[in-house]
């Protein structure tokens, strides 16, 4: 069976981007009978509150975008992580890291048309002196292979990378103990019985490393859709931080209806923009009718 999710972060309420991502994952679910699960990604408690997750439940229903079971939230699975960061110790594949963000930046260079910086290994084989004699608290990083990783997404295609050059030694746990997205998602999809991915492509260019924690952790690695993004009228990404399409705003002018019709027709999925239902999407959805290419959008 399929099982797909909603894993949205409640670091604010949600804009038109999380919301046309989180509608081709439940089409895309629905259309093959299978499972929702909603997974609230809370990892920065200084970012995230559960206020602003009661908002995103709120949304998603008033859209009818509706799950099958609620899994517990990231805040909550920290041993979850720390059995998984265990696993990789003993293999000998994590290292502590002192380097501040400066001096990566100054060591690295940033991977081609991505402003991300690929470490350069500093830290990668400092003897044991050398460690005990640093100040600050390190993060840990997760030494990746000399070797391609690729996934054949069902709607960007093929996408590799050689890890050791496009990547380079990933944080899967920051200083301060907050383990990173890349490790977390991987324990959170294998222990939710995740079978199907569908996200924004500007994620597409981190699964394959998280296809190498998946492979290291011994779990089978989902199915991955990367949707288009949703941009402003002006090039510019939808984005929380600038209120960009905010919902409330546009319910106060729009029906929830207009919203999926308008969001349906821009991708691809309708051949008039007109207002409709999810249930109703879901039975006209199929992958083959979605556009690649990043939207602008006009409501």
């Not at 859209?63 to 110790?89: I, M, N």
């Not at 002196?129 to 292979?145: F, I, M, T, Y």
């Not at 069902?154 to 899967?172: N, P, T, W």
């Not at 984005?239 to 546009?250: F, H, I, N, Q, V």
Request: net charge neutral.
């Amino acid at each position: 069976m399929t099982v797909g999710r909603f894993a949205p972060s409640p670091s604010g309420r949600m804009h038109l981007g999380n919301l046309f991502a989180g509608l081709m994952a439940w089409c895309s679910v629905r259309a093959a009978g299978g499972e929702m699960v909603l997974r609230m990604e809370d990892l920065d408690p200084q970012r995230t509150n559960s206020a602003f997750a009661d908002w995103i439940r709120r949304d998603l229903e008033r859209f009818g975008l509706d799950w099958d079971r609620e899994v517990p939230c990231q805040s909550t699975r920290t041993a979850a992580y720390d059995a998984a960061f265990a696993r990789l110790d003993v293999m000998g594949l994590i290292y502590p890291c002192y380097c501040s963000r400066s001096q990566v930046h100054a060591a690295s260079a940033p991977h081609l048309g991505q402003s991300e910086f690929v470490y350069a290994g500093t830290c990668r084989n400092l003897t044991t002196g050398e460690r005990s004699a640093q100040k600050r608290l390190p993060a840990w990083r997760l030494r990746v292979p000399d070797e391609v990783w690729e996934v054949c997404d069902g709607l960007q295609g093929r996408y590799a990378e050689l890890l050791s050059r496009d990547c380079g030694d990933f944080v899967i746990r920051r200083a301060d103990g907050v383990y990173a997205y890349q490790l977390a998602v991987v324990v959170d999809d294998a222990d939710n019985g995740v079978t199907q991915v569908v996200r924004g492509r500007d994620l597409l260019a981190s699964t394959p490393r998280q296809m190498y924690l998946f492979s290291l952790l011994r779990h089978r690695a989902p199915e991955y859709y990367h949707v288009p993004l949703l941009l402003a009228p002006d090039g510019r990404r939808l984005s929380k931080r600038d209120g960009d399409l905010d919902l409330r705003a546009l319910l106060e002018r729009f029906s929830p209806e207009r919203i999926l019709g308008t969001l349906a027709f821009s991708a691809g999925l309708l051949e008039k923009n007109e207002p409709i239902s999810a249930a109703e999407l879901a039975t006209v959805f199929h992958w083959n009718k979605v556009r690649r290419d990043d939207i602008k959008l006009t409501l």
